[in-house]
């Protein structure tokens, strides 16, 4: 049973890059959330997917973050120019279904220098 | 808003029982989940009740739901040093979209 991939594990890079993370959900899973954790907090919901359609964006997702999930399989979640605040554990998860138990990857924990 | 909220530290003995409590403000809630995270990893899904009930077992976790005063409890028996992480209580509603609002975590420490 393959769970939630999440590509790379770890990211670190100069401010004012751009960078890109890949999710791979459970296969069968229609239901793609991110979400972001900061050192110390709970994970804060971003956005998330119903198949390819981006059905909800959180107010933490600024004009330089952007998703998306074109073939409704995987995911992207690519932050443009980073800054420092953008340091965090960028958490990905599926479901099937809005109520059903949400299955998260190990994360991709990212670094600006 | 919604909002969940937690104690931050819990320290136990190994092989006594741990509870850990979280409190939520959405009546409309409709699951409450716990989750566990260890050092660098993602969140593991360790159990979750439904709104219409009041508890839930499974194995040595227990679950008790007090929907009036929107409380919520995870009681671990037997805990292990390997039961050491921090726990995270979340809830969704269908309202909205199934996204999970996260308390803020308890860390649990367990001595031997």
């Known amino acids: 049973d393959t769970g939630v991939s999440q590509d790379p594990r770890h990211k670190i890079t100069k401010r004012g890059q751009n960078v890109t993370f890949r999710c791979d959900p459970i296969?069968?899973?229609?239901?793609l959330y991110w979400y972001r954790q900061t050192l110390g907090q709970g994970p804060e919901f971003l956005t998330y997917?119903?198949?390819?359609?981006?059905?909800?964006k959180s107010r933490l997702l600024s004009d330089r973050f952007s998703a998306e999930r074109p073939k409704g399989s995987f995911s992207t979640l690519e932050i443009q120019r980073t800054e420092q605040g953008d340091s965090a554990m960028y958490l990905c998860?599926?479901?099937?279904?809005?109520?059903?138990?949400?299955?998260f990857g190990d994360g991709t924990r990212l670094s600006i220098l | 808003g919604e909002d969940v909220e937690q104690s931050l530290f819990l320290s136990v003995r190994e092989g006594d029982s741990s509870v850990i409590n979280c409190t939520y403000t959405?009546?409309?809630?409709?699951?409450l989940y716990w989750y566990k995270q260890e050092p660098g990893a993602g969140l593991q899904l360790l159990t979750y009740?439904?709104?219409?009930?009041d508890m839930k077992q499974d194995q040595r976790l227990t679950v008790l739901l007090n929907k009036k005063d929107k409380h919520l409890s995870l009681r671990i028996a037997d805990t292990q040093t390997g039961d050491s992480a921090i726990y995270f209580c979340?809830?969704?509603?269908?309202?909205?979209?199934?996204?999970?609002?996260f308390g803020q975590g308890t860390e649990l420490s367990v001595k031997p």
């Open positions: 009740i439904f709104s219409n009930m």
């Open positions: 959405d009546s409309s809630s409709t699951y």
């Open positions: 998860a599926s479901s099937y279904g809005s109520n059903q138990p949400q299955h």
């Open positions: 979340a809830e969704s509603s269908g309202n909205q979209g199934g996204k999970l609002i």
């Open positions: 997917f119903q198949n390819e359609a981006q059905l909800e």
């Open positions: 296969s069968e899973h229609n239901r």
